[in-house]
């Protein structure tokens, strides 16, 4: 598959997945929609429990069974509905054509085998015809290419022999064996320290760089969205709440949760132990949405309506939508857009 630039390799829509609970079912990730163009970075940002994840478990049809269910909606890739596609046909794209780092590595490698057996894996299950000797020449440049010193070393050695960053690293390279052409990394920096961090959020770049591969990054930290994102997904309740490019959402961000997540950042600029801004409130709980806008009870901008009703996206500007009622039409909406 060669898309041309800016065309759309992975195309989301109305996307809708829920899971049992105690409570009943739920619906985690209720109408997400996004475009993924070729070569580009795409970043899903919000707080935990947002649906980010669970978006990006849905795209690789990994949702625990039988609590996980798609619902409703579509993932498109190369002319294929993955929702609908038979199991045996996505165990040949999950890997091969879309590769995912999970967010955890110590839980995502298996204890208890080597981390050669487990990058060998990939080719064995992908590349059947290679052989023995091959695979293990590439398992070895695979780990050079991610920056892991000692490569031959590493591969005799289990996860729990290597540090945090390497294990990453090792994530990294099983998921690039395939030479995929989507990449989805789930928070692949969190457990890190802020200098690991800076050193895989650079290799990424760099593999996509080399590679062409087009790349979802689901994060909570605006700060790495700002360095590496083409384009930001904003998520609240299991909800895109705002879209658009990387530099118009952090000039004018619109709908309230964005800025309140923009406010929340450190800054240079505030004085020592200044105190951080912060989102009044909680998340609501899954099983207990509120009715219209998700967000209404923790937003300091109501209007009447966003208790009765769920805002629909609005465009605002070019390639930038947002989901408020202060841009749905009325005194209101136009008074807010034209406001400096």
Do not use: W
């Not at 899903?44 to 409703?72: F, N, Q, Y």
């Not at 959402?249 to 964005?258: D, I, N």
Request: aromatic share 4%; charged share 25%; proline share 8%.
């Amino acid at each position: 598959m060669n898309p041309a630039k800016n065309d759309p390799v992975l195309s989301v829509r109305d996307l809708a997945v829920s899971f049992e609970t105690e409570q009943g079912r739920v619906r985690a990730v209720d109408g997400v929609s996004f475009d993924l163009p070729a070569g580009e970075t795409l970043g899903l940002v919000g707080e935990s429990g947002c649906g980010k994840s669970v978006t990006a478990l849905s795209i690789m049809r990994l949702l625990p069974k039988p609590s996980g269910r798609i619902d409703a909606g579509h993932v498109h890739f190369d002319g294929l509905d993955l929702v609908g596609l038979p199991a045996e046909r996505m165990q040949d794209i999950r890997g091969r054509r879309i590769s995912m780092i999970f967010q955890e590595p110590m839980t995502a490698l298996n204890p208890v085998h080597r981390i050669g057996h487990q990058l060998a894996e990939v080719f064995q299950l992908h590349f059947e015809a290679l052989p023995a000797r091959e695979v293990r020449s590439r398992c070895v440049q695979l780990l050079e290419r991610v920056g892991i010193p000692a490569p031959e070393q590493r591969l005799r050695e289990y996860p729990h022999q290597i540090s945090g960053g390497m294990r990453q690293r090792v994530m990294i390279a099983m998921a690039l064996a395939a030479e995929p052409d989507v990449l989805i990394a789930d928070e692949p920096t969190t457990a890190l320290d802020v200098t690991i961090q800076a050193q895989i959020l650079a290799l990424i770049a760099d593999l996509q760089r080399s590679t062409g591969m087009s790349l979802v990054f689901i994060t909570h930290d605006l700060g790495v969205i700002a360095e590496i994102c083409d384009r930001v997904v904003v998520m609240y309740a299991g909800r895109v709440v705002e879209s658009a490019p990387v530099t118009e959402l952090f000039a004018r961000p619109c709908h309230p949760y964005t800025r309140g997540l923009l406010a929340s950042m450190p800054r240079l600029d505030l004085p020592p132990k200044a105190r951080l801004t912060t989102i009044r409130g909680m998340v609501p709980d899954l099983g207990r949405m509120p009715p219209g806008c998700r967000f209404h009870n923790r937003c300091d901008e109501t209007l009447p309506r966003c208790a009765e009703q769920p805002p629909q996206a609005v465009q605002v500007a070019p390639d930038h939508r947002v989901c408020c009622h202060r841009y749905n039409g009325g005194e209101e909406g136009v008074a807010r857009e034209t406001a400096p």
